[in-house]
């Protein structure tokens, strides 16, 4: 019998509020870690790689994935210094690979990381989670920011959606809305300002989409070659939302810039992040059928489910619920396991976390990064526990 998924859980390092002791009674057995102090570009030595390995060792579990060794601004936006950052990030593999870690997950995502306008929308359980509101992000575009191309991009009923929302709004509560959607890299506390945000439409003024996939070819040409000689399989994540904003570009939205993304560099190395909740926010997105015609490429899971509303909205759904047919994606999973056990491929355990749990019960009681609260990944890493055993054993009969 091929074996299961292996079952990971994201910790943020020895400042998360979630403990590898509270992890441990989840029933996970492997870690998804970054070294968040070390500045984005810089090389993570041997011996800081080893000292957070340790301590994920001693607590029962392997350090499965690195998410992620972020890609510099300068590589994004191809300046002259992106080679010096490739340098770095190569060397940083090294490293990795050195301390016998050996799947990297990394986004292309300019400036922002995934964007969301509130880390607390209430469910009619009370249950709090995630969401993207299209006419608050246009509020802040048009009336906060006050980009200057963006009233080119938004339609008169959006723009008179986005005035009719900035208008319910008190100044801190603009002030909120403007936190939230700034927020820097996972793991860290960054917040830009206004002023810092603006600097950086301005370096990517002259990168649009066609640019920023070239940029994305030149690194995936002079890392992959690499990380294939060291074992390492990297795997870009979806762009999150997945369509562009305030902006900027977006290259990793949908099926067709995957393939693109696998042809940029044909290698084993060369893979994919399958995030459930990134793709499923774009109704266009067929994640089974993704998984069917991509699955040999992917090197990393990333479930969760999102409830989309007509207007370009979603929130965050139970794993189980929401607009993306769970079965469907695990039965896909599943199959392309199948397919890698026939054609004697080793790496079946594909590791999977569950992504984004909603808070609940005792998580309100820990400040801990927006979509990683503990009790509510908890629940959706059992949901998928037990989707999975159900379908392995729906196929064995």
């Not at 929302?165 to 300002?193: C, M, R, S």
Request: hydrophobic letters at 40%; charged letters at 25%; glycine letters at 6%.
């Amino acid at each position: 019998m091929i074996p299961k998924l292996e079952q990971t859980f994201r910790w943020f390092g020895p400042s998360d509020p979630v403990s590898l002791l509270a992890i441990a009674q989840t029933g996970a057995t492997g870690i998804v870690n970054a070294l968040h102090h070390i500045p984005c570009g810089e090389i993570w030595g041997v011996d800081e790689i080893l000292e957070r390995k340790e301590i994920i060792n001693k607590a029962g579990f392997s350090w499965s994935v690195v998410e992620s060794v972020n890609v510099h601004e300068s590589i994004k936006m191809g300046t002259a210094a992106r080679d010096h950052y490739i340098s770095n990030y190569i060397e940083t593999l090294t490293n990795l690979s050195a301390a016998g870690i050996y799947t990297v997950c990394y986004n292309f995502m300019p400036v922002l990381d995934w964007t969301r306008t509130h880390l607390d929308f209430r469910l009619p359980n009370n249950a709090s989670a995630l969401r993207y509101h299209a006419p608050a992000l246009a509020a802040f575009d048009l009336y906060i920011l006050q980009r200057d191309d963006a009233f080119k991009e938004f339609s008169p009923a959006q723009q008179l959606a986005a005035k009719t929302y900035l208008d319910t709004l008190k100044d801190t509560e603009k002030q909120l809305l403007t936190n939230t959607i700034l927020a820097g890299l996972p793991g860290t506390d960054e917040v830009f300002t206004i002023n810092e945000f603006k600097i950086y439409l301005e370096k990517y003024a002259t990168v649009n989409e066609q640019k920023l996939k070239e940029n994305l070819r030149y690194f995936l040409k002079a890392v992959i070659p690499y990380a294939e000689k060291l074992g390492i399989k990297m795997c870009i994540h979806p762009d999150d939302p997945p369509f562009a904003i305030l902006g900027l570009p977006r290259v990793v939205k949908c099926e067709e810039d995957l393939v693109e993304v696998v042809n940029m560099c044909h290698s084993v190395s060369n893979g994919i992040t399958l995030c459930t909740g990134s793709l499923g926010a774009n109704k266009i997105n067929d994640i089974p059928g993704i998984i069917n015609r991509l699955g040999a490429h992917i090197h990393f899971l990333h479930l969760r489910n999102v409830c989309r509303e007509p207007d370009g909205s979603f929130y965050e759904a139970e794993h189980l619920s929401g607009d993306t047919d769970m079965f469907a994606v695990m039965k896909a999973v599943v199959d392309e396991q199948l397919r890698r056990e026939k054609a004697g491929r080793s790496d079946l355990a594909i590791p999977m976390r569950p992504d984004h749990g909603h808070k609940i019960l005792d998580d309100y009681n820990y400040q801990t990064y927006p979509g990683y609260s503990v009790t509510g990944r908890l629940k959706g890493l059992a949901e998928l526990r037990g989707l999975e055993l159900g379908i392995r054993r729906m196929l064995n009969n």
